[in-house]
């Protein structure tokens, strides 16, 4: 089975722009999630996304958003970017059965504001 | 607000010599404790408990979950360098059908030759 896959792997934006990011989780895996990891607050939650609806969302501003297709593909959008944005935003795709679940993660995108 | 604490934040070890790894965790409606191994990339999956006191083990890595107490561990026995890594655990609630997932700030583990 591929695994999780992210694009764009690196990107350059500019304060006040946007970006959007994208996921396909591994095949069969209905569950996405998106985090943010910088070195000084770890890996944040963001958003949890699970046949096409949001489950969960994090502490995070209105102006992260995301979604998730049909084919559980999901993508986050960023609005208005700010330094602070520059982190790696890593997907994870999760399965569960039986109450055993297991979550893997891609590759992650790292971004940076300038 | 849910709070999940490692310790210590790092290790410095020789290889052959066994670790443990804390987790402590305050989580609303708590489901499970996952472990994960992050080396220059994304975190890989190591470990999700669930019941107290069952130990789960994959090699040379073993975790168990005490659910009375709110800690989990992590062992590492005959270290290796190639266990040189940041550990993160994270705790999952449940509220309704929402899910979300709390990460610790990690221990970072260095394994001397």
């Known amino acids: 089975k591929a695994g999780v896959t992210q694009t764009p792997r690196y990107l350059i934006k500019t304060r006040g722009q946007q970006v959007t990011l994208s996921c396909s989780p591994i095949s069969g895996h209905r569950s996405v999630s998106w985090y943010q990891q910088t070195p000084g607050q770890g890996l944040q939650f963001l958003f949890e996304?699970?046949?096409?609806?949001?489950?969960n969302k994090g502490n995070f501003p209105g102006r992260f958003s995301g979604r998730q297709f049909s084919n559980s593909r999901s993508e986050m959008n960023v609005s208005t970017l700010e330094l602070g944005d520059s982190a790696l935003y890593l997907c994870?795709?999760?399965?569960?059965?039986?109450?055993?679940?297991?979550?893997?993660f891609g590759p992650g995108t790292r971004l940076l504001v300038l | 607000e849910d709070k999940v604490v490692q310790s210590p934040l790092s290790l410095v070890v020789h290889e052959g010599d066994t670790v443990t790894l804390n987790c402590s965790y305050e989580v609303t409606n708590f489901r499970s404790l996952l472990w994960y191994k992050q080396e220059k990339k994304a975190p890989t999956f190591l470990f999700m408990l669930?019941?107290?006191?069952i130990e789960k083990k994959s090699g040379r890595l073993s975790s168990i979950l005490d659910k009375k107490e709110l800690f989990s561990i992590l062992n590492i026995t005959a270290t290796q360098t190639g266990d040189s890594a940041v550990y993160l655990c994270a705790a999952r609630r449940y509220s309704g059908s929402a899910r979300q997932l709390t990460f610790g700030s990690g221990t970072q583990l260095t394994v001397l030759p």
């Open positions: 996304y699970f046949s096409e609806t949001q489950r």
């Open positions: 669930t019941s107290s006191g």
């Open positions: 994870a795709s999760s399965f569960e059965a039986g109450g055993q679940e297991t979550q893997y």
